[in-house]
């Protein structure tokens, strides 16, 4: 009896102080793991005991090791591969970059092809799709009303394949908006990232960037991470782009 009550009692603190939290699992799928800020999604996931498919075309280059990541040979450009690696998962992230051909358009951008390939191999899977979430573009949010950050770069300056990747991205975000059939997130980083520590505290936007008292539109790579996989655990953003800064 007495045993009963203690473990009763233990039961309740855990509750109480959030330790041990009691979300399940996820099976998540990472594309683009071996990247800057897929590292930070990757750790984060599996910080939190989640199951981690990491993808890469190259998984020799994916260094971390973790009971719970397992590493595969994948590439967004094939529809087979694409299928056979997210089938069965409960979320997949996409955080990948890179101009395919030389057409430099918009269509051309690494992100927006991923968003069509991976809502066209999800949609047939109806109610046991994943959920998507996109790693997004700052230059599709809005630095004043009704203008983006992409309008505002001084094109001049910009690398050719760094501005096909903009509008690339703010592309995406225009296909994910006609998307209604597959539960899809777009989550957009504020214009500058840095290195700073986890600190779990940020703030949660829409369109508009967000910025701090200093007039700055920051957060680091790690507490974005953090914010992916509250949305990965949470879904509390089905269809709609949200924005991450302090
Ligand atoms: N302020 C901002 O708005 C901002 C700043 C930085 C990044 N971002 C966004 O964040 C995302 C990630 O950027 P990052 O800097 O972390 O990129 P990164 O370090 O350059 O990494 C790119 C990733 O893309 C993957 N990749 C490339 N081609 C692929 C393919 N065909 N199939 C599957 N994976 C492929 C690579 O994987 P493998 O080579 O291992 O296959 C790699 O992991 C991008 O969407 C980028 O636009 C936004």
Aim: charged share 25%; aromatic share 6%; net charge neutral.
């Amino acid at each position: 009896m007495l045993r009963r009550r203690v473990l009763f009692i233990g039961l309740a603190v855990l509750l109480a102080t959030g330790i041990g939290h009691a979300e399940p699992a996820l099976n998540i799928v990472i594309y683009g793991a071996t990247g800057e800020i897929g590292t930070h999604i990757v750790r984060e996931a599996l910080q939190r005991d989640h199951r981690v498919t990491a993808v890469s075309r190259n998984p020799a280059g994916l260094e971390m090791q973790h009971p719970n990541l397992s590493t595969v040979k994948g590439d967004l450009l094939d529809r087979a591969s694409v299928s056979a690696i997210v089938t069965g998962k409960d979320v997949v992230i996409v955080s990948v970059r890179g101009v395919i051909g030389d057409s430099a358009t918009p269509e051309s951008a690494l992100q927006f092809i991923a968003a069509e390939m991976l809502v066209d191999v999800l949609f047939p899977m109806g109610d046991n799709a994943p959920r998507l979430i996109h790693v997004g573009g700052s230059g599709s949010l809005e630095v004043e009303p009704g203008v983006l950050f992409a309008e505002k770069l001084p094109k001049i300056l910009l690398p050719k394949d760094l501005e096909v990747e903009i509008l690339g991205q703010i592309l995406a975000l225009e296909f994910y908006r006609k998307v209604d059939d597959v539960h899809w997130t777009y989550i957009t980083p504020p214009r500058n990232f840095t290195n700073g520590e986890r600190s779990g505290v940020f703030r949660i936007g829409g369109d508009q960037a967000l910025k701090d008292s200093r007039g700055r539109t920051r957060v680091s790579r790690a507490d974005f991470a953090v914010a992916i996989i509250d949305e990965a655990e949470q879904a509390m953003y089905p269809r709609q782009r949200i924005s991450v800064a302090y």
